[in-house]
C-alpha cells in the first residue's frame, strides 16, 4: 500500500464532538473529514481514502469501510481503553492492516470519571446510602433500621473506611487514580498485576491525576502466582477491578477465590463481566487450564458469593452477560448497585472531546519521531 500522505494530516473523524473542539482539531490538521455515525451522511470513499489518521469509537472504523478503501490509513485512535470489538472490525481484523497500522486507545481519558465512580460506589455500599434512600422513599418514615442489612452488620449500618485495605486488580491509569484519590481517606493500597511488580507509566496522564511511579501500593501481588494471589485476595476489604477481557482474565475470580475475601469485604468491577467465572462460553480459542465451567452466569457466582460472610456488596459496571437481562435478581439485590456501563460518562460530548486531546498528542510525537513515539499502542495479541 502506497502512503502519500506521511505527515499524518488528513483527519477521518466518525465521533461527534463540541464545535469547540472540532475547530481545535481543524488546526492540527490540513483537511477534516466529519462524518459522525449519528449523522445520516457516511464518510465518501473518496474521502476515505485520502485519510491517513482515523478517529472513531470502541467499534473500530464503521463497517462500511473495508481495507482496501483506506490506502493511505496509518493511525487510528479509538475512544476507548479496550480494542477487542475494534479488532474485530472490517477494516482492522486483517493481519496486514494490524501490522501496518497504528492502533492507539483512549487508555488515560477515564482517570477523571471512572475512578470518581469507584470512589462514590465504595461510600455508598460502606454507608448503605442506597438502602437508607431506598428505605425512606419506600416507608416515608424516618427510621434507623434497614431490615435488609446482613446479621453481621451488628454494629451499625456505617462503616469508616480508615485503615481499610483496598486491593486493585490491575493497575493501569483508572487505578493509578483511584489509589490517589483513597489515599485521602487513608486506606491502604495493594496493587496485583500480571508479574507482581512495581511499573512506571508511560502512557498518556491527565496533569495532576494518577500514580506515574506507581509508589501508592504498599504492596505488589501476582495474578499469575496462585499463591501470591491468594494472599492478594485475602488482604482486600475492597477489591476494585478495572481489567480488560483478555484470557488471561477471562474467569479468573469464581467461587473459590470469593471465598478468600475477608469477612463483609465489598467488590467493584468497572473492567469486564467476564472476570466472573462463568458457564458463557469464552469469545477466545479456550478458557485458561485451569478454568472449569460451572455452567451459571458470573452474576449468579456474585450472588451466591452475597449469600456468605465474606461478600456484604457490589458495585458493577459491566456484567456478564452484558447488558443483564430484565428481571434479573442483581438488579433488587439489597446489596448491590448495578449501572450500566456508564462509569466513564461525561457531560455533554466530554468523553469525545478528552479523546480527541490524546489524538492531538499522539499526532504530535508521530510526526515528531515516527511509529515508535505514539503512546498506548494496542498490543493486539492482548487486545488492548
Not at 61 to 66: C, D, F, Q, T, W
Not at 154 to 176: D, E, M, N, P
Not at 250 to 266: H, K, T, Y
Not at 277 to 291: E, I, L, R, V
Request: glycine share 8%; proline share 7%.
Amino acid at each position: 500500500m502506497t502512503n502519500t500522505h506521511p505527515q499524518f494530516d488528513i483527519l477521518g473523524l466518525t465521533v461527534a464532538l463540541s464545535p469547540e473542539k472540532l475547530a481545535e482539531l481543524k488546526t492540527h490538521f490540513k483537511h477534516v473529514y466529519y462524518y459522525p455515525l449519528d449523522g445520516k451522511e457516511e464518510l465518501p470513499k473518496e474521502a476515505a481514502a485520502e485519510v491517513d489518521v482515523w478517529y472513531c469509537n470502541w467499534l473500530g472504523i464503521p463497517e462500511y469501510i473495508k481495507y482496501e478503501d483506506v490506502p493511505n490509513l496509518k493511525l487510528v485512535q479509538l475512544t476507548s481503553a479496550g480494542a477487542a470489538l475494534a479488532l474485530k472490525s472490517s477494516v482492522l481484523s486483517g493481519k496486514e492492516a494490524q501490522e501496518n497500522i497504528i492502533i492507539s486507545s483512549a487508555s488515560g481519558i477515564h482517570s477523571t470519571t471512572i475512578p470518581q465512580w469507584i470512589i462514590a460506589q465504595i461510600i455508598t455500599l460502606y454507608q448503605q446510602l442506597h438502602l437508607q434512600n431506598f428505605n425512606h422513599r419506600t416507608n416515608q418514615v424516618w427510621t434507623r433500621n434497614i431490615p435488609q442489612l446482613p446479621e453481621y452488620h451488628t454494629q451499625g449500618f456505617g462503616r469508616s473506611l480508615y485503615g481499610k485495605t483496598a486491593g486493585l486488580l490491575g493497575y493501569g491509569h483508572i487505578a493509578r487514580e483511584t489509589a490517589r484519590l483513597l489515599k485521602a481517606f487513608n486506606v491502604n493500597v495493594i496493587a496485583a498485576n500480571s508479574k507482581g511488580d512495581k511499573r512506571v507509566d508511560d502512557g498518556y496522564i491527565i496533569p495532576g491525576t494518577g500514580d506515574v511511579e506507581g509508589d501508592i501500593p504498599s504492596a505488589y501481588y501476582s495474578t499469575t502466582d496462585k499463591e501470591s494471589f491468594k494472599t492478594f485476595l485475602g488482604k482486600s476489604d475492597i477489591l476494585i477491578a478495572s481489567l480488560p477481557s483478555t484470557p488471561q482474565t477471562q474467569w479468573l475470580l469464581g467461587e473459590e477465590e470469593f471465598a478468600l475475601f475477608p469477612p463483609g469485604a465489598i467488590f467493584i468491577n468497572v473492567g469486564r463481566g467476564d472476570l466472573v467465572k462463568s458457564g458463557t462460553p469464552p469469545p477466545f480459542p479456550s478458557p485458561p487450564s485451569d478454568c472449569t465451567p460451572n455452567y451459571s452466569l458470573s452474576a449468579e457466582t456474585i450472588l451466591s458469593a452475597l449469600s456468605s460472610s465474606h461478600l456484604s456488596g457490589a458495585a458493577l459496571d459491566v456484567t456478564d452477560p452484558e447488558p443483564l437481562p430484565p428481571q434479573h435478581p442483581l438488579y433488587t439485590h439489597p446489596r448491590v448497585v448495578v449501572t450500566a456501563h456508564t462509569s466513564s460518562n461525561m457531560e455533554g460530548l466530554g468523553y469525545y472531546d478528552a479523546g480527541a486531546d490524546l489524538l492531538i498528542d499522539n499526532v504530535r510525537r508521530v510526526r515528531e519521531g515516527g511509529r515508535g513515539r505514539a503512546i498506548n499502542q494496542v498490543d493486539v495479541d492482548k487486545g488492548y
